[in-house]
């Protein structure tokens, strides 16, 4: 039900910029975060930066002071803004949704977490 598209990827030239979106639908029902994750061949995914739905971010040291994420007025969108690109940016970034609804089982509420994922898109930083 839920989906996230990744667009915006290509290459740039050290110093440059980039900006990413992830388009996401399905998502109607409970709170959600989302957030950046990139991944190199060999290496793990790793964690680039969050927003929240009421829009407070978060950002691993490798994004701080170049990175920005956001998203638009009717939260559907999220963008990241890579600013003074360099070549160790270089990853397949994703777009990741992390919901959380509230579930009754017939005698109280729990809570349910749910990881959905896009499919990439390429960066590439030349030097």
């Known amino acids: 039900q839920v989906q996230l598209v990744e667009s915006g990827g290509g290459s740039a030239q050290a110093g440059g910029s980039l900006r990413l979106s992830c388009a996401v639908s399905g998502a109607t029902q409970g709170t959600y975060d989302i957030a950046w994750f990139r991944q190199t061949p060999g290496k793990e995914r790793e964690f680039v930066s969050g927003?929240?739905?009421?829009?407070?971010?978060e950002y691993a040291d490798s994004a701080k002071g170049r990175f920005t994420t956001s998203h638009d007025n009717a939260e559907n969108t999220v963008f990241l803004q890579m600013n003074s690109l360099i070549p160790e940016d270089t990853a397949m970034y994703y777009c990741?949704?992390?919901?959380?609804?509230?579930?009754?089982?017939?005698?109280?509420?729990?809570?349910?977490?749910?990881?959905?994922w896009g499919q990439g898109t390429q960066v590439t930083v030349s030097s």
């Open positions: 990741k949704l992390d919901r959380t609804e509230k579930i009754w089982t017939g005698l109280k509420y729990k809570r349910r977490k749910t990881a959905y």
């Open positions: 927003i929240d739905v009421d829009g407070t971010t």
